[in-house]
């Protein structure tokens, strides 16, 4: 898992002069592995679809529906789940 760490800096702005307080505030955002599954599936999909295309509108066709394969999956999973 990436980290991104984000520190910002807050005057707090009830005090009024020379020696205003800052407050540091961190934050930590944490960013899972679903890019890379994204991206390893939409190749997959696109390998699918192009080969089983039996045209070039359809090979165009298949790159599109590659784009959007995750929607297939569920439709298909509650399709047969009787959902």
Known sequence: MAKHVVE???IDRSDRGANKRVR????????GGGNSVY?????????????TATGFWMGAFGLLKALVWPAFLVYHAMKNLGM
């Open 8 to 10: 910002a800096e807050v």
């Open 24 to 31: 540091r505030h961190r934050t930590v955002i944490r960013q």
């Open 39 to 51: 991206s390893i599936g939409m190749i997959g999909a696109a390998i699918y679809y192009i080969s």
